[in-house]
């Protein structure tokens, strides 16, 4: 600061010797930005942020008439005052008025030392080069991140088509199983009936032999205690057999009974599992459906995927419309979008210790690809992420970069 003061004296004396011999006055507009020229015309100035009106002979003639310093754009008179220097080929900047003819070159086209004894060269090309490329970068991006855009907007189209056609189908599926589980069970009741029915006569059979059974013990005491009989044996022993066969009968169609029982379970079971899982698939799609997937439903490219980024800690995953976790640990569920499809807002994640639940906000910008980057925590658990998309892209945007890139030639 004490350097640019000793210039600034020796400078102004300089400019007071040189001032008497050259005084070719400087144009109204001269440090005047391109979007405030037109207030430099005409026969009055009314000072820009001040309430006060001075013929225009007063403008840039080295001497600061209005409060907010705007009559001398060209000059240091006004200490208030700013100094716009055009720097073709580069970037138009204002610089503070008291910068004006200190003989320290500010702008790169050495406008702003137009009396000083300091002879600035222009720069501004070779500043500007620079800048054009990252401008041109810029613009490329823009321009391949829009050609994404307009694809991702079109799969929108073809995908909601397809979800909304399914959800149709399915829910035309649902009835036709519920009826033919209701079918199935039925079934099943009519064979459970049969079941107890076989079950009732294999208990009478087992009465019944259970009485034969005494009938040839009380034959066998009549044996030991009388003479042996063959005829009485012949006959126990045909009765016998033949309850032995009825029993078996019984059982094959008691096993058959049983065997069917087991079908039928089986086929209600599979018809439920396809009920449930159809029934799981509807909802999923009605959640979708009723997603907030911006104007053309462009972000609905991101419903579904996760973007994961490596910090040395920790390996941050985002799932845009589901979740955001730090490793295992849950930094929120997806809440809510914010200023105009700008931010995502994920909350609700896991309790910080002595601290607020963890949560998320995700900047969405554009980019020619889908990458999470640039992971903060600026506040205790309270992260920030930054998510390039070609979703973000917007015409409007290409066509201030392009009104940029062509300002500065
Ligand atoms: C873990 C991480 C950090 C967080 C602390 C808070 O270490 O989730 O990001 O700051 O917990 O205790």
């Known amino acids: 600061m004490m350097m640019r003061l000793n210039i600034l004296i020796v400078s102004s004396l300089l400019f007071l010797i040189i001032g008497l011999s050259y005084s070719k006055p400087l144009s109204k507009d001269y440090g005047v930005s391109p979007e405030e020229i037109e207030f430099y015309k005409g026969e009055k100035f009314n000072c820009l942020r001040s309430n006060k009106q001075v013929p225009i002979s007063q403008v840039n003639d080295d001497y600061c008439d209005c409060p907010d310093g705007t009559d001398e754009p060209g000059t240091s008179a006004c200490s208030n005052g700013h100094f716009y220097c055009i720097n073709k080929g580069h970037k138009g900047q204002f610089i503070a008025s008291s910068f004006v ?175 449930r899982d159809k029934q799981n698939e ?44 730090q490793g295992g640990t849950s930094l929120g569920k997806f809440e809510k979008w914010e200023n105009d499809y700008e931010n995502m807002l994920f909350t609700n994640g896991q309790q910080c210790w002595g601290g607020p639940k963890r949560s998320i906000k995700v900047s969405l910008e554009c980019g020619s690809e889908n990458e999470a980057y640039d992971v903060q925590e600026p506040g205790k658990c309270e992260y920030t992420i930054k998510l390039k998309t070609p979703a973000s892209c917007d015409e409007e945007h290409l066509k201030v970069l392009l009104l940029e890139n062509d300002h500065s030639f």
């Open 282 to 325: 509807i909802q999923k799609i009605e959640e979708m459906l009723k997603m907030d997937f911006g104007k053309n439903n462009v972000f609905l490219a991101l419903y579904g995927k996760c973007f994961d980024l490596k910090t040395k800690e920790y390996t941050y995953t985002l799932c845009p419309f589901d979740r955001a976790n």
């Open 101 to 275: 003819n200190d003989g320290v070159c500010d702008c790169c086209d050495g406008s702003d030392e137009y009396s000083s004894m300091m002879k600035c060269k222009n720069t501004c090309n070779e500043l500007g080069k620079e800048m054009r490329e990252k401008q041109l970068q810029d613009q490329e991006k823009y321009a391949q991140g829009l050609k994404k855009k307009a694809e991702m907007i079109k799969d929108a189209i073809e995908v909601m088509e397809s979800k909304t056609a399914s959800l149709e189908k399915l829910r035309k599926e649902i009835e036709p199983i519920n009826q033919e589980i209701k079918e199935l069970e039925v079934l099943k009741e009519n064979k459970d009936k049969e079941k107890q029915q076989e079950l009732d006569k294999i208990k009478e059979k087992e009465e019944e032999f259970k009485a034969k059974t005494t009938l040839e013990t009380t034959n066998e005491e009549k044996q030991q205690q009388d003479i042996p009989d063959n005829d009485v044996v012949k006959e126990i022993e045909k009765e016998l057999k033949e309850n032995e066969e009825k029993e078996q009968l019984t059982s094959e169609v008691y096993d058959e009974i049983l065997k069917g029982i087991e079908q039928l379970e089986k086929e209600i079971q599979t018809k439920r599992d396809s009920l």
